[in-house]
């Protein structure tokens, strides 16, 4: 399962990486405007930052709702580096934009899936990812592990090749969930992936080793 971090905080972009286990990022309007990044230049230029720290995949996503504007701002997107994938919204002028991006070789992540008949069309219109939300649907009392497993046996019915890609991923948890049901991506916060690395044992077992060397090197 691929490892992507969902935040525009260059310095946490940084971090991950420096793990080295870091496949890619995801990026949204609402992460930019918590960044206080503003204003169509500034935006195009974090974009192209976050590139030049990552080697995988970083989807920007497109704010127009109408076809021609969301293919006019993702052929511009694409034009900030190759690692960009346009984020298009689960909307049915955002299908249209998929197919259209699709047919030129345009890789794209359709978001805000929250159904499994929204993850079967994209896969049809060609999106390379499909986003469902994991945390906001468990945030409404419905299973989000749940969809993604139902999307899983749904591609693997028919052969897409649409990767699904885990979003609104919350904590640790969540994580390992997804990885067992066999998410192709998982994208959340520097915490959740960094929680997983956490364990009480570990930190007693190191802490008597140390304690043992001391005694024995002193």
């Avoid at 609402?30 to 030049?52: F, Q, V, W």
């Avoid at 504007?69 to 994938?85: A, N, Q």
């Avoid at 049915?92 to 929250?114: D, V, W």
């Avoid at 929204?118 to 219109?125: R, S, T």
Wanted: hydrophobic share 40%; net charge negative.
């Amino acid at each position: 399962m691929k490892f992507f971090i969902d935040t525009a905080n260059l310095n946490e972009i940084r971090e991950a990486q420096a793990l080295g286990v870091l496949d890619g990022v995801t990026t949204n309007p609402s992460l930019m405007a918590k960044e206080g990044i503003t204003g169509k230049d500034n935006i195009m230029r974090h974009y192209k930052a976050i590139c030049d720290i990552v080697d995988g995949d970083v989807s920007a996503e497109v704010i127009s709702v109408d076809f021609e504007g969301m293919v006019r701002e993702g052929e511009e997107l694409v034009e900030i580096d190759e690692k960009i994938v346009v984020k298009i919204p689960m909307i049915k002028e955002g299908i249209k934009a998929l197919k259209y991006f699709s047919s030129k070789g345009i890789r794209t992540n359709c978001t805000l899936i929250f159904s499994a008949g929204q993850a079967l069309v994209a896969a049809k219109a060609g999106a390379t990812y499909v986003s469902p939300f994991v945390g906001r649907l468990d945030d409404i009392s419905t299973d989000g592990i749940g969809l993604i497993e139902q999307i899983l046996t749904i591609y693997r019915n028919y052969g897409f090749d649409t990767q699904v890609l885990a979003a609104s991923v919350r904590h640790p948890m969540h994580i390992i969930q997804c990885a067992e049901v066999g998410a192709d991506v998982m994208t959340g916060p520097l915490s959740a992936i960094e929680a997983l690395l956490k364990h009480p044992l570990t930190d007693i077992g190191l802490e008597k080793f140390l304690s043992d060397y001391k005694k024995g090197n002193s």
